[in-house]
Every structure is written in C-alpha cells, then in structure tokens.
C-alpha cells in the first residue's frame, strides 16, 4: 500500500518546498509509493491526518519541522479509522529535535527515507496533555517558562535557521524572570522558584541535550527544573546544555512520572513540540508504547 505524506513545504523558510523534487525522485528510487499531501496553512496537516481513510495507508509520515509532527500526531489521535499504521518522520523543517535521538540532524531527510523503506519500528510513548478544555498529544518536550519564551523569539528568527534558538536563548537570559511552580509527579508534590520546567518525552529540545536519560518507551517523563541563578552564571553554563552536563549543577532538579499537574502563580505559556498554546495550569499523562514509530 501507499505512504501518506504531510509535506509542509513553508518549513526551513521554504527551503523544503524547493527540496521536494529532490525527495520525489529519491522516493521513486527506493521504490517508496506515496501520496504527498502539501500543506498550505497552519493546522492543514492535523485537518488532513484528522480526516485520512488509513484503511488504504501504510504509514502516515511528518515532512517538515517540529510543528508538522506536532500536527500529524494530534491529527493522529483525532482520526476515526480502526486501522492504526505506524508514523514516520522525513526532517526538512528549521528544527528537527525528534530525529536527534536515531542520530539523524536536520535536513538528513535522506536517511530517513531510508528508514522508513526498511519498516523496522519501535514502540513510543506519547505525551498526553488537557488544557483549557482541549486534549492535545505530543512526541517530543512540552515546556514551561524560559524554555517556551525562547521558542516564541525563536519563531520571529527563523530567518537565522537553527541558529535562531541560540540567539533567542542569549537574548531571554539576560531577561530573566523567576516564577513560582508547583508540581504534583505520581503523587510526589513539590513547590519551586524556578525559570523553566521541561517535560521530555525524548532527549533533545532543539539542539540541546535536555534530558539524557530520557527513554521513549519506559512509560515514563523526565521532568527538567531549573532554579533561580544569576544571568551571568547561567550565561557561563549555557554550554552545558548542550551536552547534557545541565543535570549536575546544584540549580538543576531531575525528576520522572507518569503523570503530572503543574501550576504556577502566574500563567505561563506552553511549548509543545515547538508550539505555542495555552497556559498553566494543565495535566500531562505518559501514554506507554501507545504508538509505532520507523525508527532505526
């Protein structure tokens, strides 16, 4: 059977729309059959997922950045089909965190294809989230605080390319705010003065290694808190991040559960996979292996 692809030719500032002659040759190479559906305004992509027959799909798969696998999965979730097929991830957009954890980077849309071609999949637990009324799903990271106000600058320097999330990191740290969160994890509660709380599902947010021990199928999220420092001490950390090395400063709390609530004494903005959407406080559950993934 066929492959459904969510094409958002706009990601990377339009550099995946002059990729895709490139892409539809590589898949009439390796033989891949796919119907690629292009989207054409934000949400398009959850509208298509949302309304697809996957009775006649194999897979439905994301090609663009974080914000079209954001889509493709809650499209995922709101479909009607009994039929449930494996997704699979093609990165051409500006930020490709997702990929980071099969060793892929941004615009390696090449190997993926090639992943996808060989079927293996893995089982993923997918994040679950209610806020406002509505109930949205998520692959990656959601965060809260200094995290989420990166990605909003970020999203204003796209022009930059992934440099963007650098820039805007420098820019919010030395604009940097406290606030107070207060956290129930399984039943575990705490209250904190903090700068960001980052709930991963996989390692990498971005091009940073926020959460190194996260695993994708242990029914488990890693929860990520950084307390209050100095601009300048977190200016002479930011490296850290990179890495990994973050979870040993003395400031930086690592925690896991299967669900959590998080409040705050203002309301904060959330980040899911890269998106910008509602406010604490809100619920998150760890959907265990709720879904196949291509994978290496």
Known sequence: MKNLIIYNPWAARGRAGKLLPQIEAYLQEIDLVCDIMITD???????????????????????????????????????????????????????????????????????????????????????????????WYYLNILGVGLVADIVDTANKLKTLGSISYTIASFYHILRLKTFQVKLDMDG????????FVEISNSRYTGNYLMAPAAKTDDGLLDITILGPKSRIGLMRSFPKIITGEHIHMEEVECFQASHIRIESNIPKVLTPDGELMGTTPLEIDCLKQAIDVFWK
């Open 188 to 195: 575990e509660m705490i209250e904190r003065e903090n700068v």
């Open 41 to 135: 305004h934000r949400g398009h992509g959850l509208e298509i997922v949302t309304e697809a027959d996957f009775s006649k799909y194999s897979s439905v798969i994301a090609a663009g950045g974080d914000g079209t696998l954001f889509e493709v999965i809650n499209g995922y979730y709101r479909n009607n089909s009994s039929t449930r097929i494996p997704i699979g991830v093609v990165p051409v957009g500006t930020s490709n965190a997702f990929v980071k954890d099969m060793e892929l980077y941004d615009h390696d849309w090449k190997p993926a294809l090639d992943i996808i071609k060989a079927g293996r999949t893995n089982k993923f637990d997918v994040g679950h989230f209610t806020n406002e009324g509505k109930t």
